[in-house]
Nanobody, 121 residues
Framework: VQLQASGGGLVQAGGSLRLSCTIS????????LGWFRQAPGKEREFVAA????????YYADSVKGRFTISRDNAKKTVYLQMNSLKPEDTAVYSC???????????????WGQGTQVTVSS
């Protein structure tokens, strides 16, 4: 199983980025997916999740209204559209997959390598 995140970079505050995570080696449409981030010196934190059918999306309060999670089952890819970025959004962002229809802020079966997002003030 491989989860490959991409799309990170350096952006000014107020800007936007779209992260992608392409997943192989598992039945993509049977998995709920999540995005997480970890800033230097801090613990990993939940950012957003989407259920296997995309019927439900969930967000951390810190990103609600600014970030949007979506998925394309045909492309086996989950996205994180990040708008109105703030310096405090700077972190390594990674995706995760969880078997079944329910979402979680913590418990996932597979984790990917991250992509760095840096927001300058």
């Amino acid at each position: 199983v491989q989860l490959q995140a991409s799309g990170g970079g350096l952006v000014q505050a107020g800007g936007s980025l779209r992260l992608s995570c392409t997943i192989s080696g598992l039945p993509f449409s049977s998995y709920s997916l999540g995005w997480f981030r970890q800033a230097p010196g801090k613990e990993r934190e939940f950012v957003a999740a989407i259920t296997w059918s995309a019927s439900g999306t969930y967000y951390a309060d810190s990103v609600k209204g600014r970030f949007t999670i979506s998925r394309d089952n045909a492309k086996k890819t989950v996205y994180l559209q990040m708008n109105s970025l703030k310096p405090e959004d700077t972190a390594v962002y990674s995706c995760a997959a969880r078997a079944g229809s329910s979402w979680s802020e913590t418990t996932y079966d597979y984790w990917g390598q991250g992509t760095q997002v840096t927001v300058s003030s």
